[in-house]
């Protein structure tokens, strides 16, 4: 079984916190990500929006497009508006052979909210999963269609935060509905990973390898502290500097037979935690755990 291994672009420069890395370039972003050993990279807000300028600039670095973020509605938009609105990034997608489009539902959401801590984050009532699931079904069925799989990120601070939360959507969601799982959020929300693992593997199209700073960990107050806050704080760091335990992980996604993207997305602040140490840091630990779960790594 085959792994790719790829980057997030927000060790170097978050979007939604411009004061961490807002002034690093792309280019010194993608050259880094590509000196640490990863093949690809995931879109952020300083990358090209138009196919050819895109393809040019990971050409450069030899680099894949690995995919992306999408800002979905679908809790208050309906199915026709929210294809309107992933219609172009789908299609951009697409054009560079990305194999999945990362969507996060974001209708209300406290993720890049400052001033909100996490106890506001917006709760779906189970009995509007099921109308819900099928809104996103649909969703799934346009992007399969156009050769895009749809990923759906689970996310601190979102509707769908927590593994109860995940489990209503997956049972409310057909065949061509994908998951991506993200093991620092996962864990963050109070979740069990290798559950989420055993319970949807089948349907894991994406992964997303974060770690947490126990000791930071412990302080978190979802009472008063936003998302934002926890980031600032340190919270969140890549694979082999935190408290999950990765060789587990990679055997249970081996036993689901897993192949693809494995994208460290480590939400740091590039002054206190050196971009290129810590994905030189993430890359070794992930292919230790791989490796030994059977895993070769496509260089």
């Known amino acids: 079984m085959n792994l790719r291994f790829g980057m997030s672009p927000i060790s ?3 979007d939604d916190l411009p004061q961490l890395g807002g002034d690093t370039s792309l280019e010194t972003c993608l050259r880094e990500t590509r000196l640490a050993g990863y093949t690809g990279t995931e879109m952020g807000g300083k990358f090209p929006r138009d196919k050819a300028s895109l393809q040019k600039v990971l050409a450069e670095h030899d680099l894949k497009h690995s995919s992306g973020w999408y800002s979905g509605m679908l809790l208050h938009n309906t199915v026709e508006d929210e294809l309107e609105l992933i219609k172009p990034q789908v ?5 560079l052979d990305a194999p999945v489009i990362v969507y996060g539902e974001t209708w209300e959401t406290v993720q890049n909210r400052q001033d909100q801590p996490l106890k506001n984050k917006p709760i779906l009532p189970d009995a509007d ?3 819900y699931g099928e809104r996103l079904t649909k969703i799934a069925e346009y992007c399969k269609s156009q050769g895009v799989p749809l990923a759906y990120h689970h996310h601190m601070g979102t ?3 927590t593994e109860r939360e995940l489990d209503m959507v997956m049972a409310s969601t057909g065949d061509d509905f994908g998951l991506l799982l993200d093991t620092g959020h996962m864990h963050f929300s109070g979740g069990n990973n290798l559950r989420v693992i055993e319970n949807h593997g ?3 199209v994406h992964f997303h390898a974060k770690d947490i700073r126990e000791d930071i960990f412990k ?3 979802k009472e008063n502290d936003s ?3 926890c980031v600032l704080r340190g919270v969140f760091t890549v694979p082999g500097d935190g408290m999950i335990d990765y060789g587990a992980i990679m055997k249970a ?3 689901k037979k897993y192949e693809g993207w494995v994208i460290v997305e480590a939400e740091q602040d590039p002054a206190k935690a050196d971009p290129y140490e810590y994905a030189c840091i993430g890359y070794k630990a992930l292919e230790t755990a791989a490796v030994n779960a059977g895993y070769s790594i496509i260089a």
């Open 12 to 14: 170097w420069s978050n």
């Open 91 to 95: 299609e951009l997608f697409a054009a």
């Open 129 to 131: 999963f099921p109308a």
């Open 159 to 161: 509707g769908v935060e």
């Open 202 to 204: 089948h349907r894991i």
């Open 219 to 221: 302080t978190v107050d």
């Open 227 to 229: 998302f934002l806050d």
């Open 253 to 255: 996604l081996a036993e």
